[in-house]
């Protein structure tokens, strides 16, 4: 069955610092890969999607990268700010069909 | 503009009973989702819509479990008897073409 596996432990880095979150899967091929971000006590919010044939993706401090041989996405922060810290969950999807979510990585960043 | 639209924010209830869950997607929006979220499950969706229309719903957990999309702009969920298994907060999201969801804030629910 599809398995998606992000870190399980919560990453902790300093303000200024970049931060890496792993989102790893087997059994799946997905279209395209997306990475949202959730606050305490709110819903999911979308950050960026990146497509099987793209490799990068970059949108102000986010860089997303995705391997479908490796079967893995790497999603950075740079500069990392303490306003960064959430859960970060990322969701497979393939065209027509539903998404995906992994169970995230909580990420704080600390002044 | 504005996002989804869900209520009520937080239900309590006691096992049982009846609950109802009630969100409006955006304005234009075709497809529509139902999640619940655990700190043991994590995210799984229970049932979309697409043009009012289901079309999976095999994480739907049991027959207890119903969901409608009467219209374009409004959808419930529906738990009859409730559990206190059924403890989780439940989000609705919708999406024009499926890949990009907006979420909605979510209903707590617990059931005591």
């Known amino acids: 069955s599809q398995k998606i596996e992000q870190n399980s432990e919560a990453l902790n880095i300093q303000e200024g610092k970049t931060a890496t979150l792993t989102c790893n899967y087997t059994?799946?091929?997905?279209?395209?890969l997306q990475w949202y971000r959730q606050d305490p006590g709110r819903g999911p919010v979308f950050l960026l999607l990146i497509r099987e044939n793209e490799k990068e993706k970059r949108k102000e401090r986010l860089k997303v990268t995705f391997d479908t041989t490796l079967k893995q996405s790497l999603f950075h922060i740079t500069a990392s700010q303490p306003a960064d810290s959430a859960t970060y969950l990322c969701?497979?999807?393939?065209?027509?069909?539903?998404?995906?979510f992994g169970a995230g990585t909580i990420l704080r960043v600390k002044s | 503009d504005a996002g989804v639209i869900q209520s009520p924010r937080h239900e309590v209830t006691e096992m049982g009973q009846e609950v109802t869950l009630r969100c409006k997607p955006i304005s234009g929006h075709n497809s529509l989702f139902w999640y619940r979220q655990t700190m043991m499950r994590g995210l799984e969706l229970l049932i979309y819509?697409?043009?009012?229309?289901?079309?999976?719903d095999s994480g739907m957990p049991e027959d207890r479990f119903s969901a409608k999309m009467p219209n374009a702009s409004f959808s419930t969920l529906k738990i009859q008897p409730s559990e206190p298994r059924d403890s989780a907060v439940y989000f609705c999201?919708?999406?024009?073409?499926?890949?990009?969801?907006?979420f909605g804030p979510g209903t707590r629910l617990l059931v005591l």
């Open positions: 819509f697409n043009n009012n229309v289901p079309i999976d």
């Open positions: 969701a497979l999807g393939q065209y027509g069909n539903k998404l995906v």
């Open positions: 999201a919708s999406s024009f073409g499926q890949e990009t969801q907006y």
């Open positions: 059994n799946y091929s997905p279209a395209y």
